[in-house]
């Protein structure tokens, strides 16, 4: 099993800058590749990004447009998404998953999700 918990969402103001983490325990979290996604109300879940489990190969989603950036500190068993140039249309909550499978993980099936922390984005 793996165990996912996000931290370091909170209201900021368009233009700013955020980062939230991810961190992962349990006996596979190390093999996973990690995403995040996120999901505002009343809307479709979107994908944000995802990387391997060796932190070297990512993916990208159209929202991200080149604001946002995804690492990984395997040391330290935890995820980042750097956000920069935040705007309304980002508000939403952010979650990670993992899965074993790349390909699924960004196509959207996982085996492995946290319970979000929200991002609100006010101008």
């Known amino acids: 099993q793996v165990q996912l918990a996000e931290s370091g969402g909170g209201v900021v103001q368009a233009g700013d800058s955020l980062i939230v983490s991810c961190a992962g325990s349990?006996?596979?979290?190390?093999?996973?590749?990690v995403a995040w996604f996120r999901q505002a109300p009343g809307k479709e879940r979107e994908f944000v990004a995802a990387?391997?489990?060796?932190?070297?190969?990512?993916n990208y989603g159209d929202v991200a447009q080149g604001r946002f950036s995804i690492s990984r500190a395997n040391g330290k068993n935890t995820v980042y998404l750097r956000m920069t140039v935040l705007q309304p249309e980002d508000t939403a909550v952010y979650y990670c998953?993992?899965?074993?499978?790349?390909?699924?993980?960004?196509?959207?099936?996982?085996?492995?999700r946290g319970q979000g922390t929200q991002v609100t984005v006010f101008t």
């Open positions: 990387i391997d489990w060796s932190g070297v190969g990512t």
């Open positions: 998953a993992a899965d074993l499978n790349w390909g699924r993980l960004v196509a959207g099936v996982f085996d492995f």
């Open positions: 349990g006996q596979f979290f190390s093999d996973c590749s």
